[in-house]
């Protein structure tokens, strides 16, 4: 029997392209480090001095070309199954999450979608009934963030004027995230080998330009980006828009400035990170659902924003977490660009069920 289901792991991974041995990067271009192999085949293995002798010809030769690029809009030759495949692996990376000690919920009323905007207080309670702020927040990701956060003007048509320091808190937040995590570096690895990006700094740059570059959502002003939408949340037309960070919502709650309702859904996960749809009230602006990813590392939440907007822009983005799928709506930023034509970044969040 065991005989059997060696060879039936075998003709699997051949199936797969990975041949018979992990002595090779057939098949294996931009996954995870696999400590069964003998040699890696990421970009990590660069810095690490361990790729795999056909590192070079399997992997980084058709990542500089224009091979899966030319004519392509959006990411749209990166198939759904290898977006999937890689959120699975990013999940697994989140080593920086919230554990059940670190963070406890009241979520209290459950409402219907037909009631989300009814403005009713049926939760008297604070929807945070504990973090570990101790813990997490000394976490250089977590630091990086809450640097960012409070660097923004919430309304929609005042200019945004960053001063030297606050850039700089920007570029932090980027490297932090990205270049210093194995998370990070995991998803750089996936889309270098898929052509989307030449060199890490090539990669960390539009990050800094889709996230933090200023454009106009009123009056002319430069006075949104994608962060501040996502991250920090901005009030227009007399209702919140974006906001859809749970260390923000914490932060806010904690200070007496934000007031929870109910939640109108509460994602499948039994363990952090999960996903809700939350109502509530952030000084006298009101909020039909916000929904966000609960208890996830700051560098897992930025991950999966920037796969999603990366290789969907504005679509539905189908990832899976712990076997069990999640989706996240995007929009561009059709008015302004950056760069070539690049979009910013209109929004991203989790979407209902």
């Not at 290898?82 to 000690?101: F, P």
């Not at 250089?140 to 945004?160: C, H, I, K, W």
């Not at 920090?232 to 934000?258: C, D, M, P, Q, T």
Request: aromatic share 12%; with cysteine.
């Amino acid at each position: 029997m065991k005989i059997i289901a060696i060879l039936a792991l075998w003709v699997t991974l051949s199936h797969q392209g990975y041949g018979n041995t992990l002595d090779s990067c057939q098949g294996r271009c931009g996954y995870g480090t696999d400590n069964g192999a003998s040699c890696q085949c990421n970009s990590s293995c660069e810095r690490f001095r361990d790729c795999c002798s056909d590192y070079t010809e399997k992997c980084k030769a058709g990542a500089t070309s224009c091979k899966g690029r030319c004519g392509a809009s959006g990411g749209s030759v990166i198939a759904d199954a290898e977006i999937k495949s890689l959120s699975e692996a990013l999940y697994a990376l989140d080593s920086n999450k919230a554990s059940a000690s670190d963070l406890i919920l009241d979520p209290q009323a459950l409402v219907p979608n037909s009631q989300t905007s009814a403005k009713d207080d049926l939760s008297p309670k604070p929807l945070f009934r504990y973090l570990n702020e101790e813990k997490l927040f000394s976490r250089p990701t977590f630091s990086a963030l809450l640097s960012v956060l409070d660097n923004y003007d919430r309304m929609t048509g005042q200019t945004e004027d960053f001063s030297a320091q606050q850039l700089a808190e920007q570029e932090t937040f980027v490297k932090e995230t990205m270049s210093n995590t194995e998370l990070g570096r995991e998803l750089f690895a996936f889309l270098y080998t898929k052509g989307v990006y030449a060199s890490e700094e090539e990669f960390i740059q539009d990050l800094k330009m889709m996230w933090f570059g200023l454009y106009s959502r009123s009056s002319n002003k430069m006075d949104s980006s994608g962060f501040e939408h996502i991250f920090a949340g901005e009030v227009k037309g007399g209702k919140i828009s974006g906001f859809h960070n749970w260390i923000r919502f914490y932060l806010l709650e904690k200070n007496g400035k934000l007031n929870y309702y109910s939640h109108s859904f509460n994602g499948p996960w039994t363990s952090y990170p999960d996903v809700l749809g939350m109502q509530f009230m952030w000084e006298g602006y009101y909020k039909q659902v916000g929904s966000a990813v609960i208890g996830c590392s700051p560098e897992f939440d930025f991950a999966l924003y920037s796969l999603c907007y990366i290789t969907r822009p504005g679509k539905q983005c189908r990832l899976s977490l712990a076997g069990k799928e999640l989706i996240i709506q995007t929009y561009t930023w059709d008015n302004s660009s950056y760069g070539n034509g690049k979009k910013f970044i209109g929004s991203a969040f989790p979407a209902s069920p």
